[in-house]
């Protein structure tokens, strides 16, 4: 007993010894490609500081205990973990880290292994946002994932973003896609803040891209029918950061640049005074009459006084007026994110800040946004956490569109961009002593340094918002493989919008309003997982829930007129104000959900999912609908057919057919409400009456407009899985189209909601990413992802009277009929100037067969493009239509040494756009708009004369109407009554109404390709070596610099092919930025 007693002494000696025993480790890491030496591998003892870096020759050396973990790691290749328990030479190859077949990818309600998903799923990693200067989450987009298209608005900090997911899904409805943020259904639109020539302001501009772990884009049923009425135009989910377990880690992401135009004025083309008095000139010439006098345009101006303007005095004016509201823009963005793992949980906490002053002058963009993260096991099984964000943005606006009047019931003047393509004259002054305000003229819409003086002008949007999600899981110990999981969230929206203007720019008075919208919206859910193996060969996965949502949304509503001082004094005691409002939507959604996936031998695949949606948007008797959807997915690479391929390494086939809906109408339109216009006047204490009216006229049959979706596609992986992608082609039929129907004026109200019409989307989507070099040894690794899809669009029916008559639903310069594409071009087509007769020409119709048929035919005869003969002679562009038929995006990525170049291209084409702005500024009217520098030497002279603008002639845009050149005989004698001219000549329909400029005087002249391929943005940037920074203690420190919208081609010259003319065109961003990891 003793002897036993002196060897367990002994042993626990001896293992005392190697516990406190260190071992040294030496070798060398090369990589399994070339088998070439791999400089700068991170070697470290696991869960220490405890480390070195391999040497140019890929050699190291370290000292560690005995009995722990070396780890070997390298950007770009597969982890590798030793365990140490002696002295010993460790060799090691490292092969590339190649796209895993079975990382996770996020799906709705649940997680799947790549190569189980049955749908299709493009999916972006938080690399490839986090260094974007983009306001909004949706511009980081831009290029990433096929089949979807991301279009910029307008260049204006935190403007609306548009995305369309396999194509437009919808006539009347919205085509957004439902944005699911950390499990929870986010808003999307635009209909909180009021705007009076101003852009809408994005609510997603208010999430930080920052935070973002990954972005999933669902497209087909087998990936969106689980969220059935709200999934038909797509399904986008955003998971943000968590903490992760070992060591804490905190980030700074500092992010500064200049903002410019990606298009010059110079570029597009505008007279100046000398050039502009000269084409005005000899349209006066043309038409009989003497030189152009300011006079003769000035007198119409409303203000009083009026300062007028000699000729002489206007030829040596020549404002700029883009250098006048345009500087040089600029941006600051700030972000410091910290995340630790501890034993039963993590937290991830982050802050971020951005300010951005706009090219345009007077506007401004501030966003804060803060967040917190937190995951906890409090015992065993049970798992819960919060997702925990708030922002706040506020956002000084000046208006950018074109118009003649700002305000309510206005004869006043706006600003902005727009006019200064259009009003903006270059002869106009800018500042007038004699005047009040200082300037010349503000009333007249051509002023418009005068039109964002803040003391005259005022437009502020205030929004904050609480998204908040809370979770609780329960892995149920007694039934293998089970899950519950429950979440609640709220996604709560206040905007407050003030906007003024003073009475320089108002004919009657100065006018305000103040908004205060608020939008709240609720989500529960509650949902059972099980997935569980039986066996070596099946594998069964099953989940089913429930989901309830509730939203409202009230606004409160003030404004006034003729108010005494300024915005900021808008609640003086002698201002007159109405308030109005309340609550303007009340939605509420009941869903059950279920889905069930089957795997036989890790390759043969089968799935159905299922939800049953309940919308007060619907009568009783048609409020609930089943979206199912069924898939399948054969791994043709694991039969032992396909083994021996040296090529192909992975290869799946996958198809899906299933149902989606939407509902995204205003509530309550089954039903007729009234509404009344009476309005409390705070100080008068006098209720003003305007009486009940009709406010919607009700529809009961109104029902869910619904998707049929068809998908089929391949997922592949080539040499290794260095390259792999996919392909698929899609079908979409769109049934019961929800489409707001106008009605007759004798109706006495504007239209009614109906189910009318099918629609169908069919296209092909092609991705690749690929792993083109890596060479260790040398330090150098290129990668790329191509995608690009095909999207073709046509209408299958509307009601039985426009199919029948062919007439279709009309909107702007487009038209839909059956049988045709949607909003296909309905202009006249131009067929030259006469070189003759210096007119512009048209193709002439058979005008009683479209009456009759609503066919547009070329009669083979050219008749000159008169106001009558432009609204007669409409065709219907079928191969000329707004929607892009194709689309994608190219990025590289190249590392060498530290250095890192990345560019991103996106295009897009198939489709055409009509520059009204071109059409309005090519002709001289009667001297009122700007002329485009395209007229010079480009007009008709003389018979024989090719151009592509006809001879100028004054009041040039109609051939009936108002014609200035003749004496009104009401005129009263006095000068400055604008009668003096303007003798009414009569009309072929109504003559009170103008038809010139609108879309009925449309041709094709002014119709382009939209095509484009823009380089969105190039990067470069330099990783400092680790090496050196493990002296400061910093893990991770590196700069770059950057350029977004850096180059475009398109056959479009005016301002972009993305806005179109008169909007501000996306930006060129200069960037420089800094992370930092410690």
Not at 136 to 147: D, E, H, P, R, V
Not at 201 to 209: A, V
Not at 991 to 1006: D, G, H, I, L, R
Request: proline letters at 4%.
């Amino acid at each position: 007993m003793k002897k036993i007693g002196n060897l367990l002494f002994c042993l626990f000696l001896f293992s005392s010894f190697l516990s406190g025993q260190n071992a040294t480790i030496t070798g060398v890491v090369i990589g399994s490609d070339d088998k070439q030496p791999i400089p700068g591998v991170t070697v470290v003892q696991k869960g220490t500081n405890n480390g070195t870096i391999t040497d140019i020759e890929g050699k190291y050396s370290i000292s560690l205990p005995v009995g722990s973990k070396l780890v070997f790691s390298y950007v770009g290749f597969e982890t590798q973990e030793f365990q140490i328990t002696k002295d010993a030479v460790i060799d090691v190859i490292m092969s590339p880290k190649i796209e895993q077949l079975d990382e996770l990818v996020v799906i709705g309600y649940g997680t799947k292994k790549k190569r189980d998903v049955l749908g299709s799923v493009s999916s972006i990693s938080s690399d490839e946002i986090v260094s974007l200067p983009a306001s909004s989450i949706s511009n980081a987009l831009q290029g990433k994932a096929a089949g979807v298209v991301v279009t910029n608005t307008s260049g204006v900090p935190g403007a609306q973003v548009n995305i369309r997911v396999r194509g437009e899904n919808s006539i009347s409805l919205s085509t957004s896609p439902l944005w699911i943020i950390d499990g929870m259904p986010v808003y999307s639109g635009s209909g909180l803040e009021r705007t009076i020539g101003s852009t809408s302001q994005d609510p997603l501009s208010m999430i930080n891209p920052n935070d973002i772990e990954s972005i999933e884009i669902l497209k087909d049923a087998a990936a969106t029918s689980i969220y059935g009425s709200r999934g038909s135009n797509g399904v986008i989910l955003v998971t943000t950061k968590s903490g992760k377990k070992g060591k804490g880690m905190t980030s700074v992401n500092y992010l500064t640049g200049v903002l410019n135009l990606s298009t010059t004025p110079e570029q597009v083309g505008f007279c100046n005074t000398p050039e502009w008095f000269s084409l005005v000139d000899k349209a006066r010439a043309n038409s009989g009459l003497g030189p152009f006098q300011p006079f003769d345009i000035i007198k119409f101006f409303k203000d009083n006084p009026r300062a007028d303007l000699s000729r002489e005095e206007a030829l040596h004016i020549n404002t700029k007026w883009f250098d006048e509201i345009l500087q040089t823009g600029s941006y600051q963005d700030v972000n410091i994110s910290s995340s630790k793992g501890y034993e039963n949980g993590s937290l991830y906490l982050s802050v971020n800040y951005n300010d951005t002053k706009s090219v345009l002058k007077e506007n401004f963009f501030k966003k804060f946004s803060t967040r917190a993260n937190i995951d906890f096991e409090p015992i065993r099984n049970v798992r819960m956490g919060a997702r925990i964000s708030f922002s706040t943005t506020r956002n000084t606006r000046v208006q950018q569109q074109v118009g003649g009047a700002t305000g309510n019931n206005s004869g006043g003047a706006s600003a902005g961009f727009g006019n200064a393509n259009r009003l903006a004259l270059p002869w106009f002054p800018i500042y007038n002593d004699g005047h009040p305000s200082g300037f010349w003229n503000p009333m007249s819409g051509g002023n418009l340094v005068a039109s964002v003086d803040p003391d005259n002008h005022f437009d502020e949007v205030e929004q904050y918002r609480g998204l908040g999600t809370l979770f609780l899981e329960y892995h149920v110990p007694f039934i293998q493989g089970f899950t519950l999981r429950s979440e609640g969230s709220m996604d709560y929206i206040q905007n407050n919008s003030v906007y003024w203007v003073s009475a320089f720019l108002r004919e009657l008075g100065s006018y305000a309003y103040d908004r205060a919208a608020t939008r709240k919206s609720f989500n529960y859910n509650i949902y059972g997982t099980y997935n569980r193996d039986f066996g070596e060969k099946h594998n069964i996965t099953a989940t089913y829930g429930a989901e309830w949502q509730t939203i409202n949304q009230y606004n409160r509503d003030m404004e006034a007129q003729n108010l005494n001082g300024t915005y900021k004094e808008i609640g003086n005691p002698n201002n007159y104000l109405s308030m109005y409002g309340g609550l303007t939507n009340e939605e509420y959604l009941l869903g059950y959900i279920g889905r069930a996936d089957y795997k036989f031998m890790n390759r043969y695949m089968l799935g159905v999912s299922l939800r049953r949606d309940g919308s007060s948007k619907f009568r009783s008797d048609n409020r609930w609908q089943t979206f199912t959807a069924f898939s399948f997915g054969w791994v043709v690479s694991d039969e032992s057919f396909f083994r021996a391929s040296e090529v192909v390494n992975f290869l799946k086939l996958r198809g899906s057919f299933g149902q989606t809906g939407n509902k995204d109408i205003p509530s309550n339109r089954f039903i007729t409400t009234f509404t009344n216009d009476s309005k409390d006047r705070y100080g008068e204490s006098i209720l003003i009456s305007g009486g009940t009216q009709i406010g919607n006229l009700g529809n009961p049959s109104l029902t869910w407009e619904t998707t049929d979706n068809y998908d089929i596609g391949i997922d592949y992986g080539l040499w290794k899985n260095r390259v792999n992608g996919s392909i698929a082609y899609y079908l979409r039929n769109i049934n019961d189209l929800l489409l707001f129907v106008a009605l007759p004026p004798s109706a006495g109200i504007g239209g009614i909601w109906n189910n009318i019409g099918d629609m169908r989307n069919q296209g092909f989507e092609l991705s690749i990413s690929s792993v083109i070099l890596n060479k260790p040894s040398s330090g150098l690794k290129w990668s790329a992802d191509f995608n690009i899809a095909t999207n073709r669009n046509k209408v299958l029916r509307l009601t039985p009277k426009l199919d029948r008559e062919g007439r279709g639903v009309d909107r702007n310069y487009t038209k839909s009929v059956a049988g045709g594409h949607l909003w296909a071009y309905y202009i006249c087509e131009w067929a030259g100037v006469d070189p003759e007769k210096g007119v512009d020409m048209i193709y002439e119709i058979d005008y009683g067969l479209w009456q009759r048929t609503g066919k547009t035919v070329k009669t083979g005869r050219l008749i000159p493009a008169t106001s009558t003969n432009l609204e007669r002679n409409r065709m219907i562009m079928q191969d000329k239509t707004s929607i892009p038929k194709w689309y994608g995006g190219l990025t590289n990525n190249i590392d060498y040494k530290g250095f890192n170049i990345n560019f991103l291209i996106s295009f897009s084409g198939g489709n055409y756009l009509y520059d009204y702005e071109e059409q309005r500024t090519t002709s001289v009217q009667y001297g009122q708009v700007v002329l485009r520098k395209s007229l010079l030497g480009n007009t008709w002279e003389k018979p024989g004369d090719k151009t592509k603008y006809p001879q100028l002639v004054w009041d040039s845009q109609y051939d009936w109407g108002w014609d200035l050149t003749v004496p009104n005989p009401e005129w009263t004698g006095d000068p400055n009554d604008p009668k003096a001219k303007g003798y009414w000549v009569g009309g072929p329909s109504d003559p009170k109404t103008y038809v010139y400029n609108n879309e009925t005087s449309a041709y094709s002249k002014y119709l382009y390709p939209a095509d484009y391929i823009k380089l969105r943005r190039v990067e470069l940037g330099y990783r400092f070596s680790e090496k050196l920074l493990s002296r400061l203690s910093v893990s991770t420190f590196r700069l770059y610099f950057s350029i977004d919208n850096a180059l475009k081609w398109s056959r479009y010259k005016g301002w972009d092919p993305e806005t179109g003319g008169g909007v501000l065109p996306p930006l060129r961003v200069f960037s420089i930025g800094a992370d930092m990891k410690f």
